[in-house]
């Protein structure tokens, strides 16, 4: 197959990004025009407002990609979309845009699943990894274990019953008065907390269990806000903080590094928001070191949403020849893993 140079757009959430991904692993060109700012008044991602910024942003984040990657719209050989799950409103402005660039330009079309996207972070950054392996994916909408045989070959382990892991972050830092997003900010009192100054459940299920729950561990935070607020005691922000985290790590290091054992993986990869935890890359790092097993994650920027893992993912999409029609749809809530 000749070259391929993706233009890839994602609009799922907050992020209007775009990239030009060259063979999937070269980065031409990659936009991020970040709403956080905008959606910080509001404590949280506000539907809405989140449409209306990515059709202000949507049009030239894709003139300032092609202008990085010094291409004109005619050298572009594929059109990127991510079209689920996310946000509707959100995922129709970078559908709509896709379809009609592919469109005009007469090139093929090719819809990601956001999170197939966010595992191959690592393929976009690692042209090593061998297959097998077993991803953990953390994000704000996921947490979800899967062994990869094969570029797109998933074999689905577990997923949380209840809230994500990052949702669960954003949770907490929200009742710590922390702000949106949560997860960096508790990573960063959690720098200056005792892990171990509150006791905190884990929960860990049946035997055997792949899945994840984190909605208890949430509900305890809470209450012990609210007893020591009854009580007029004082609150250590960075102790609840690092002992919260310290909770969750502890919960998807051992599932994930069970999950690879038996399985025999020699490699992990980690992906999503959540990878962006330090704490989390390092406890898993050790933990892996120890069993002789490779632990792969993106680069911070990767973790967190971008287009040029959507890029990356299309390539190899492109390579096994899965195109989308032109009446592609945004799917808020498409499915990763079950099929
Ligand atoms: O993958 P992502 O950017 O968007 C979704 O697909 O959801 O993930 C966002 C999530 C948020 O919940 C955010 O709080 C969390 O990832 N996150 C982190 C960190 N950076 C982002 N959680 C823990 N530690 C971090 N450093
Ligand atoms: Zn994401």
């Known amino acids: 197959m000749t070259d ?55 049009n030239i984040s894709i003139e300032e990609a092609l202008e990085q990657a010094n291409l004109t719209f005619s050298e572009i050989t594929h059109f990127a979309v991510t079209y689920g799950p996310g946000l509707v409103g959100a995922l129709l402005v970078g559908v709509a ?12 079309l090719i819809g990601v699943h956001h999170i197939e996207g966010h595992v191959y972070a690592n393929f976009l950054t690692h042209n090593d990894i061998e297959f097998p392996v077993v991803c953990l994916i953390v994000s704000g909408g996921h947490t979800t274990l ?5 570029y797109g070959k998933y074999q689905f382990l577990g997923q949380t019953r209840d809230d994500a892991a990052g949702e669960a972050f954003d949770k907490v830092a929200r009742a710590l008065g922390l702000g949106y997003p949560g997860g960096p900010k508790i990573e960063e009192c959690a720098r200056e907390g005792s892990n171990t100054a509150i006791k905190l459940p884990r929960s860990w299920l049946e ?31 960075n102790d609840v903080a690092a002992s919260f985290q310290e909770a969750v790590i502890e919960v998807l290091s051992e599932k994930t590094l069970r999950a690879a054992k038996e399985a025999q993986v020699k490699t992990i990869l980690l992906a999503g928001g959540v990878a962006a935890n330090k704490a989390l890359r390092e406890d898993l790092s050790d933990r892996c070191s120890k069993l002789g097993i490779r632990l792969v994650y993106p680069p911070i920027k990767y973790c967190t949403d971008n ?33």
């Not at 890839?8 to 990239?19: F, G, H, I």
Request: proline residues 2%; glycine residues 6%; negative net charge.
């Open 4 to 58: 391929t140079i993706i233009l890839a757009v994602e609009t799922s959430c907050d992020e209007t990004a775009v990239a030009v991904v060259k063979n999937g692993t070269e980065v031409l060109a990659e936009v991020v025009a970040s709403q956080i700012s905008t959606h910080q008044k509001f404590g949280g991602v506000v539907p809405e407002v989140a449409s209306r910024k990515h059709l202000e942003l949507i």
């Open 97 to 108: 845009t896709a379809k009609a660039m592919a469109f005009a330009a007469q090139k093929p």
């Open 146 to 150: 899967v062994e990869i045989t094969d």
């Open 207 to 237: 035997d055997g269990s792949y899945d994840f729950s984190f909605s208890g561990l949430k509900s305890a935070v809470l209450n012990y806000l609210n007893k020591q607020e009854m009580k007029k005691e004082a609150i250590n922000i």
């Open 307 to 339: 287009a040029a893992m959507i890029g990356c993912a299309a390539h190899y999409k492109a390579l096994r020849g899965e195109f989308a029609e032109l009446n592609l749809n945004a799917v808020p809530n498409l499915k990763f893993g079950v099929s």
